[in-house]
């Protein structure tokens, strides 16, 4: 059974968010002061560089799974 | 370099510079603290971070001008604080672009004044709004203490991979 192309609609578009709003909601979410006590690692890092010291990583993400 | 990757850089540079300055605009409960792209000053203070003992990794910053050449959709932060260059991050969108990649970030290890990760996490959040992305991805994480870390923040770990995920 198809379906009808009327239906395509059927879910209202959403509207794409500001920046502004963005920035309010990423900064409530991850600037919470619930997460005043947690403390950061000294030697916080993440990544990894190829052997030839470069930033450019041969490894692709292939897949968005 | 080609019109289109010119026109491309351009494009992005201001969409990069607009994400940042939401961003600080929101975050004014942490004086003194600036949100910059990447550019000689802060290559030249990360250049310091090799004199410390409390490093866990040996990265020339001086290049990551290729990986800016590679993605003129990245995202990229020079965070300062009170004139000290607190962390620097690189990142870009995923293969099918549904998602934004946090592929590096280094924080200065010799400065606690602030927690850099949760403001580069929201400052990517407003960058990956304005991309359309819709999951952000903290790659290779150092070690386990700093996995953890992120976790506390939502973050779940993907061994396949060896990244952190959450949705925008």
Redesign the interface.
């Known amino acids: 059974m198809t379906k009808k192309i009327s239906n395509i609609n059927d879910r209202p578009r959403k509207k794409p968010r500001t920046l502004e709003e963005s920035a309010k909601i990423a900064s409530r979410r991850f600037l919470d002061p619930k997460y005043n006590s947690v403390k950061e690692p000294k030697g916080l890092a993440s990544g990894k560089v190829s052997k030839s010291g470069n930033f450019i990583n041969d490894e692709e993400d292939e897949c968005d799974e | 370099m080609l019109a289109t990757h010119i026109d491309a850089e351009r494009r992005y540079d201001k969409i990069r510079r607009?994400?940042l300055?939401?961003?600080s605009?929101?975050?004014d409960?942490i004086q003194n603290l600036e949100f910059k792209l990447i550019d000689d000053l802060a290559l030249s203070a990360a250049k310091k971070w090799n004199e410390s003992d409390?490093?866990?990794?040996s990265?020339?910053w001086e290049?990551?001008g290729?990986?800016k050449m590679?993605y003129p959709k990245r995202f990229e932060l020079a965070l300062w604080h009170n004139n000290h260059l607190t962390?620097l991050s690189?990142g870009r969108p995923?293969?099918?672009a549904?998602?934004l990649?946090?592929?590096?970030?280094?924080?200065n290890?010799d400065y606690?004044d602030v927690?850099?990760?949760?403001?580069t996490?929201?400052?990517m959040?407003?960058y990956a709004?304005?991309l359309?992305a819709k999951?952000l991805r903290?790659?290779?994480?150092?070690n386990d203490?700093?996995k953890k870390?992120?976790e506390?923040?939502g973050l779940q770990y993907v061994a396949k991979?060896d990244y952190l995920f959450i949705r925008v």
């Open positions: 607009d994400a300055k939401a961003i605009i929101q975050i409960s409390n490093r866990l990794v990265w020339e290049n990551y290729q990986f590679s962390s690189l995923t293969y099918n549904t998602g990649r946090l592929d590096f970030i280094e924080r290890s606690e927690k850099v990760f949760q403001i996490l929201a400052a959040n407003v709004d304005a359309g999951e903290v790659m290779n994480p150092i203490e700093v870390y992120y506390t923040f991979g």
